[in-house]
């Protein structure tokens, strides 16, 4: 593993070009959260009360922005040296926002899948994104710590319409697609300029959750871009098709590791 990844450096290097593709093998895993024991009394609290399954996806945000180090920054710390000074894009289907406190240049990051940053109506009523209420955020990290009871935590809901207010991430009723197109129309631009240059195309743990987005455009950029190298990393999904063989590799390994 360790030869294939200071080959695929030394083509980075070389590159005039790179384009970056991350995929479901780089999702945090939220399995450190079951195993907390504060989340395991939770999940007991909670049980079959539907109407406080909304402060899940706050305890992840709190547990990503508490978290130490651990190889999720290690590997974005690695990949962040090798592309330092280069001219890169990245597309990430991951949503725990690990990337966008990695150091990247945030105008050369797409996230179409969202994220924790913004929230939205879960029905997009006015497809507008709003900051996270503080109010909201707080008091389920009091309730996490004890300091206030369930019952004390309220639902944030939307201003317009009276829907609940979710997370904007791919998922909710009605997913708020504005939360990235502005990035991927900053990505689209990009592409274009990477016709018929040296493009070093790395894709780090992509499977076939979201093949559209990643996967098989990486493959037709790399079809006509006869200029293009592929660099496929996943530990089972890692073969490359024959229509691009010759300017295609695969490597059987866990993204994360990899890049470890």
Avoid at 89 to 102: G, H, P, Q, T
Wanted: net charge negative.
């Amino acid at each position: 593993m360790r030869d294939g990844r200071e080959l695929l450096f030394a083509k980075i290097n070389k590159a005039e070009k790179i384009l970056v593709g991350l995929g479901e093998e780089f999702q945090f895993d939220w399995s450190s959260l079951l195993e907390d024991c504060r989340y395991q009394e939770i999940e007991k609290e909670i049980g079959g009360r539907g109407e406080y399954i909304w402060i899940v996806p706050f305890l992840q945000k709190m547990v990503l922005s508490e978290s130490k180090q651990n190889k999720w920054q290690t590997a974005y710390g690695n990949l962040g040296k090798v592309l330092k000074e280069k001219d890169y894009f990245i597309v990430s289907l991951c949503m725990d926002d690990y990337i966008y406190k990695a150091g990247f240049d945030e105008s050369r990051i797409v996230t179409p899948c969202g994220g924790f940053q913004k929230m939205q109506c879960d029905q997009n009523c006015c497809h507008v994104l709003s900051d996270i209420p503080g109010e909201s955020y707080d008091a389920v990290i009091q309730y996490y710590r004890k300091e206030i009871p369930l019952e004390d935590l309220h639902e944030p809901v939307c201003d317009q319409c009276g829907s609940k207010l979710r997370f904007n991430q791919l998922g909710v009723t009605k997913y708020a697609e504005e939360g990235y197109l502005d990035s991927w129309e900053r990505y689209t631009k990009w592409l274009q300029g990477t016709m018929n240059r040296d493009l070093c195309v790395l894709e780090l743990g992509v499977g076939m959750e979201y093949p559209t987005v990643i996967r098989f455009p990486f493959e037709k950029i790399v079809y006509y871009n006869q200029k293009s190298f592929l660099y496929r990393v996943h530990s089972k999904l890692y073969q490359i098709g024959e229509e691009i063989s010759g300017r295609g590799t695969g490597m059987q390994a866990d993204a994360i590791e990899f890049m470890g």
